[in-house]
Antibody
């Protein structure tokens, strides 16, 4: 059974940084691209970033480009999202998701809440 | 960037009725690259439909997807109590990344 468990969320001041982690199990992690998707309170889904299975290719939404960095450690079956220069509008639940057959997201974690506020 | 517009925003129906959800794209989307997800309160989204009309593993056959070009539809036949949720369409194309529609909430009438 595929399991994705996010951690690292919390309360951070505007301009601050946070690193999210997503620990994967139940599949060959290095064989799959992964994504981060966020959901602001009461709002819809927004794709944030994606990374290839090897980690050699990374992709970002315009809203986070230059501020967020996605990475992965395949030896630890872990996906990361380094978030810098955080803004109030980055407040959301951040889900990691396993990509399948291109850019479909066939497994999701429950998410970790990031709150940016002074 | 392709924008996906879902309608209606909210659909009020009774169990046993049919739900018809619309997803309209600002530009043509390859049918191979259109998906639907279900999200219940406090839960992560779940992939329902991919390739516009193929059901994901374990999805009941009362869920069906159709459409092409810029107009896509998710139909839920004979609504069950567990089907009341928010539904999102999603597309991807030649550029890296993906986009979601704004969602349709299916609520109990």
């Amino acid at each position: 059974e595929v399991q994705l468990v996010e951690s690292g969320g919390g309360l951070v001041q505007p301009g601050g940084s946070l690193r999210l982690s997503c620990t994967a199990s139940g599949f060959t992690f290095s064989s799959y691209a992964m994504s981060w998707v966020r959901q602001a309170p009461g709002k819809g889904l927004e794709w944030v970033s994606g990374i290839s299975g090897s980690g050699g290719s990374t992709y970002y939404a315009d809203s986070v480009k230059g501020r967020f960095t996605i990475s992965r450690d395949n030896s630890k079956n872990t996906l990361y999202l380094q978030m810098n220069s955080l803004r109030a509008e980055d407040t959301a639940v951040y889900h990691c998701a396993k990509q399948w057959s291109g850019w479909y997201l066939d497994s999701w974690g429950q998410g970790t809440l990031v709150t940016v506020s002074s | 960037e392709i924008v996906l517009t879902q309608s209606p925003g909210t659909l009020s129906l009774s169990p046993g009725e049919r739900a018809t959800l619309s997803c309209r794209a600002s530009q043509s989307v390859s049918s191979s690259y259109l998906a639907w997800y279900q999200q219940k309160p406090g839960q992560a989204p779940r992939l329902l439909i991919y390739g516009a009309s193929s059901r994901a593993t374990g999805i009941p056959d009362r869920f069906s997807g159709s459409g092409s070009g810029t107009d896509f539809t998710l139909t839920i036949n004979r609504l069950e109590p567990e089907d009341f949720a928010v539904y999102y369409c999603q597309q991807y194309g030649s550029s890296p990344g993906l986009t979601f529609g704004g969602g349709t909430k299916v609520e109990i009438k």
